[in-house]
C-alpha cells in the first residue's frame, strides 16, 4: 500500500466521512470509516465524552448500521463522493470471533473498492476482547486472511497481550499490516458524571512510540502509527522509530487543519 | 461548513462573568446554529450559538472556568461552522426563555420571527438590554406561571434551567429545548453528543440541537 501523503484519517473520529467538509483531500492518504459490526449496534449510553487539556475519553461503543445496511448505502452511492476524492479504508469488528468472519463474508464483492481493509481488535468500549485468547485470533487471522484478497491490517491496542508479540502472529498469518495503537481503558471522574471509556490524545503518544518501535524491530509490518499525534513534530517522531504512516484521530478535534500541515511536511 | 478564523470586534460585559463578543467576520447561519471554537484548554473546541449583537456576528460566554476565560481574552479565535440544524419554530407567536450568555442568539431569534424574549438571570446585568430581564430563582418561576398565550416555547440555557422551564410550561405550549451534550468534532462524525429520546439516539450536533422537550423528558 502507496500512502501520499503518509496521513491515514483514524476510524471512529473521522466518522463516514464528514472530515471532507473541513480538510482537502489532497492532504489525506487514506480515510479510514467508522468501525462496521455484523448487527447494527446503538453505541453506549450518554454521556460519551469528556475532555481536559491532555485526553479525550470516548465510550461511543461501535455505534453503527451494521454490515447490511452499511452495503446497502453503499451500492447506492452514498459514498460515491468519499471514494471519488480518497483512498478509503473499510474497518470492521464483531461482537465475537464469528461475527467477524460474517462481516468478512459480506463484505468480499465489495472488497476492491477499498484500498485495504482494517480488523479492529482493540476497541476498549465493547465487552469482547479477540486480543486476550490469541490461540482463537490466530484461527481467526487465517481464516480472515483466506476469505479476503485486500491489503489487511490488523488493529491492535496494548491490552491483552505484549503488542510485538501479537504483530508478530498478524505477520505470521499472512497480514500485511498493523495499525498501533487504539485507545486505552480509562476512567473518569467530573462530580457525579463518571465516563468509563477509551482514552485518547497527547498523553497516548509514549505508550504508542514504544509500541511501533518494538513492532518494527520485530516485523516488517506496514505500520499505521495512531495515539496522541498531535503535530509535526510527533509525526515525525513515528516516522523516525519505523512508521510508514500516521493516523491522525483526536487531534481533529483541536484543529481539522493540523492535517494539512502534516501532509506538507511529508508529502 | 469551514474552517475560519474570527477576529474580536468588540467585548461587551454584561456581568461580572458574562460577555458578549462580536466579531468583524459575516457568517450565514440559522438561528441555534453554533460554531466549535478552540481553546488552549481543551483537546476538543467547544461550541458556541451564534447570534448578533450591534449589527455584528456575536456569540454569548459565560466564563465558567479556563477555556471560557480564554475564548474571552483572545483577539482571534480558530472555528468551524455553522454546525447543526436551524430552529424553524411552529405557526404562531412564540417565546423564547433563555440566560443571559444567550443575548446575541435571543436577538437574532427575535429579528427573523414572530416571538418575545425573557432572560433569566442570578444577577442583574450591567448594560442595558433590549428584553425583559426577571433576577434570582423565584422571580424567574413567577415570570414562568405568567407566561400565556403563545404558540411555542423556546428555552436555552443551562440542563437544570432547561428541566424547570420545560416542567412550568409543557401543559401551555410546546416546548423546544438546546440541549447540551458534550461535543467533539461538531460535525456528526464521533457520535460523541448522543441523546437518548423516545424516538432512538439523536446526536445533537446534527440532529439537533434544539429538540422537543417531550422527545426527550415525556
Redesign the interface.
Known sequence: MELRPPIVIAS?????G??L??IDPRYIGAYTL?TITFKPR??N????????????I?S?GL?NVGVEKFIEELENGLYEELFRKVKVIFSFAGEDFEEYLKVAERMVPHQDRFVAFECNFSCPNVDFNPLSDTSQLKKMLIELRKKLDVFLIAKLGIEGAFIEQLAELVEECGWNGVTIINTIRALHIDGETLIKGGIS??ILKPIALRAVYEVRNRTNLYIIASGGIMDETDAQHFFEVGANAVSIG?A??????IVERIAKRFL | MENFSLSRCELIRLNRDTFIVTFNEKIDFEPTQFIMIETETSIVRKPFGLGRWNDRLAIGVQVIGPGTAYIVRQEKLNAHGPCGKGFVPPKGRGAMIATLACLPMAFDLQERYDCDVFIGSVDEPWIEVPFPIVVGDEAFLKMLQSLNGYDWFLVIGSDQMEKIVYDALKDKAEVFVSFNEYMACGIGACRGCAKVTKHGLKHLCIDGPVLRGEEVWS
Do not use: Q, S
Request: no cysteine.
Open positions: 471512529g473520529v473521522g466518522g463516514m464528514e472530515y467538509k473541513l467508522k446503538l453505541g449510553p450518554p454521556p460519551r465524552l469528556i475532555a481536559t487539556e491532555r485526553y479525550l470516548n461511543i455505534e490524545g497527547p483526536t481533529l478535534y483541536r484543529d481539522p487543519t
